[in-house]
């Protein structure tokens, strides 16, 4: 069966819940390719032709006035992005590039509309997903106009530690101006916040980082957001 090739989304939440007839309408004209680095997905203003997952690799989100670009999100299988402009059908706000070797799952946006009308459970998890991506921008501000650069580099590299399974010692997955340009820094600002950072345990040599004393970074932190 067609279905059979996307059962590594049948799981995710957007998905879950939905009927067998609705997930083959779903995928009938979905495809799945693999990227290599640093190849523009999607283009802001364009019109959103497809839904995309990540499945492999990293995704960042970036958006691009007159010769400024800044880094507004960082996409991780598996993650859908550019959901709201699919269902809206409405151009993109944000363009999109790989940033590794990715595998992405395109979904024409005109069967994601289609189910959506037909499915209240696919329609439900829409909600649930855009509500996500709400929360998530909500923070991302707050933390952005309420935490110094230096909290927001220690948020940054503790969740960082959280996803990479809790290990002191990792790598950044993409390059420091990249960073920098996510947490609404200047590059020379994310150097003097790395320095900063040393008192509480955090060594850097290149694109490494060894966190020595996480309970002190995370006492530092506060990664819940501020309320």
Sequence with gaps: MQVDKFLEIRGLPLFTNISEESFAGLTRGAYVQTFPPMVELITEGEAADFLQIVLSGTVELFASWRDRQTTMATVWPY?????????????????????????????????VRAVYDADPEFSRSIVVELASYYRSSVRNIKSI??????????????KYYWRNGQEALFELPFEKRRLASYLSMTPENLSRAFKALRVFGVKVAGQKIHLTDVDALEAFARPKEPR
Excluded: G, V, W
């Design 79 to 111: 993650s859908t992005f550019i959901l709201a402009a699919t269902i809206k059908d409405r151009p993109y706000l944000m363009s999109a590039r790989t940033l590794k070797k990715s595998r992405i799952m395109l979904i024409p946006s005109e069967d």
């Design 145 to 158: 106009k309420l935490r110094t650069s230096k909290e927001r580099l220690a948020n940054y590299l503790i």
